[in-house]
């Protein structure tokens, strides 16, 4: 599975984002998505998952009511919505795939990832 994300950018708190992840290389509903960041000087950490199946999400409690994972099988593609941002949310943010339709929250359980792209959020 190939990913790559873009919609990065620098936004004021309180604005949105979209993010977006293009797949490649392997059937569409086989594997579940999710997306993950990295704050400068922290470790990685889970935002949100979206099941093969496109039935069951996850989110991480702090971003929960404010980010939407979509999944898009037309264009097989995995977006993060994201609302009423705040400087805590400034990090570079990864798309990754897991063999299995299942949405897991942790990073070990992912084997394919993306470069990333870059949030920046001021105050």
């Known amino acids: 599975v190939q990913l790559a994300e873009s919609g990065g950018g620098v936004v004021q708190a309180g604005g949105s984002l979209r993010l977006s992840c293009a797949t490649s290389?392997?059937?569409?509903?086989?594997?579940?998505l999710g997306w993950f960041r990295q704050a400068p000087g922290k470790g990685r950490e889970f935002v949100a998952s979206i099941s093969g199946s496109d039935t069951t999400t996850n989110y991480q409690d702090s971003v929960k009511g404010r980010f939407t994972i979509i999944r898009d099988n037309a264009k097989r593609a995995v977006y993060l919505q994201m609302t009423t941002l705040k400087p805590g949310n400034t990090a570079v943010y990864y798309c990754?795939?897991?063999?299995?339709?299942?949405?897991?929250?942790?990073?070990?359980?992912?084997?394919?990832w993306g470069q990333g792209t870059q949030v920046t959020v001021s105050s």
């Open positions: 290389g392997r059937t569409w509903d086989t594997y579940a």
């Open positions: 990754a795939a897991r063999d299995g339709t299942v949405a897991r929250m942790g990073g070990t359980s992912y084997l394919y």
